[in-house]
């Protein structure tokens, strides 16, 4: 198990910045050889839930195209916390964002951004960007 509370969403006109957060408890599954994939997803009313941004252990990212360029995933290991900073807002990028994780053993290259590899899961918080 592992607990994830998501911060920093808000409002902002387009063009802005906000940089969002996600607090991870550690992971209790009692082994210290396994290796984690942290991610960033949001959902916007009426569509599905799309990979925004991930970050594996070592901290390799990888973007949707929709951010590249636009978006940072980060995270501070000491403070097991998970960082996206957004930049160049736009309206089509209001959602509610959710951070995410899957625990896994083993060699991937980069982390999915399909929303069904991640079993934990954040509540959201929310993003609106105003034209």
């Known amino acids: 198990q592992v607990q994830l509370v998501e911060s920093g969403g808000g409002s902002v006109q387009a063009g802005g910045s906000l940089r969002l957060s996600c607090a991870a408890s550690?992971?209790?599954?009692?082994?210290?050889?396994?290796?984690?994939?942290m991610g960033w997803f949001r959902q916007a009313p009426g569509k599905e839930r799309e990979g925004v941004a991930t970050?594996?252990?070592?901290?390799?990212?990888n973007y949707a195209d929709a951010v590249k360029g636009r978006f940072t995933a980060s995270q501070d290991n000491a403070k097991n916390t998970l960082y996206l900073q957004m930049n160049s807002l736009k309206p089509e990028d209001t959602a509610m964002y959710y951070c995410?994780?899957?625990?896994?053993?083993?060699?991937?290259?980069?982390?999915?951004?399909?929303?069904?590899?991640?079993?934990?899961w954040g509540k959201g918080t929310q993003v609106t960007v105003s034209s």
């Open positions: 970050i594996k252990s070592d901290g390799i990212t």
């Open positions: 550690a992971f209790t599954d009692g082994r210290s050889d396994g290796r984690s994939c």
């Open positions: 995410a994780a899957f625990r896994y053993w083993g060699t991937i290259s980069s982390c999915s951004l399909r929303f069904g590899a991640y079993n934990y």
